[in-house]
């Protein structure tokens, strides 16, 4: 069975610049999360998608980053602009039935 | 105040030195509680979900127990490739079943 898969794997920008991850979860799982982890702290969720709808985004910073899960699969993180204390690992995992998450493998953003 | 909470926050062991990591929460009303293993680099690789209090997960060397306040990780004669970050997690029937994560013990295992 595929993992999670998440693209790009490392990226730097500018801060004010704008960037995008990709999540592709395992086949058939309905719930699928966004996390944020800054070196040395646990995951911090983001956002969480039922199928195509939002079931919680309350710490997603919304005046600058935004997600979608387009037809209940595949989903986006966009940060625009980003600013400094962005830097640290975005975190995909998807859940068959919102029990335990199999994560991908993390994207690192450095914002300089 | 954090909902949970991961106690060492760092923690060195001989191979062969068998020792126990703590998770404790502070929300009512436990839906589960899920460990998982991180190392360097990688996303978190599930161990084990405890739901209820007396519960007992094994898996080779570990082993996974709750309570009503806390889980334990216990860690049996540790190999150097058992070295990687242990984070707990805590899902409350509330909230949607929001998981929250604890900030995880690195566990390093000396040869």
């Known amino acids: 069975e595929a993992g999670v898969a998440q693209s790009p794997r490392y990226k730097i920008i500018e801060k004010r610049q704008s960037v995008a991850f990709w999540c592709n979860p395992i086949?058939?799982?309905?719930?699928l999360y966004w996390y944020q982890q800054i070196l040395g702290q646990g995951p911090k969720l983001l956002i969480q998608f039922q199928n195509n709808g939002v079931v919680d985004d309350s710490q997603l910073p919304k005046d600058r980053f935004s997600a979608e899960r387009l037809k209940g699969v595949d989903s986006t993180l966009k940060i625009q602009p980003a600013k400094l204390e962005d830097s640290a690992v975005y975190l995909c995992?998807?859940?068959?039935?919102?029990?335990?998450?199999?994560f991908g493998p993390g994207t690192r953003l450095t914002v300089t | 105040e954090d909902q949970v909470t991961q106690s060492p926050e760092a923690l060195r062991l001989q191979e062969g030195e068998s020792s126990s990591l703590n998770c404790s929460y502070t929300?009512?009303?436990?839906?589960?509680l899920f460990w998982y293993r991180q190392d360097p680099g990688k996303g978190p690789e599930f161990l084990f979900t405890l739901y209820s209090a007396g519960e007992e997960k094994e898996k080779e060397r570990l082993k996974a127990t709750l309570t009503k306040k806390e889980s334990f990780l216990h860690i049996t004669a540790p190999k150097p490739e058992d070295s990687a970050t242990y984070l707990c997690?805590?899902?409350?029937?509330?909230?949607?079943?929001?998981?929250?994560f604890g900030r995880g013990t690195s566990l390093i295992v000396h040869p």
């Open positions: 086949s058939g799982h309905a719930t």
């Open positions: 929300v009512s009303g436990l839906r589960g």
């Open positions: 995992a998807s859940s068959l039935a919102r029990n335990e998450q199999y």
């Open positions: 997690a805590v899902q409350y029937r509330g909230g949607s079943y929001i998981p929250t």
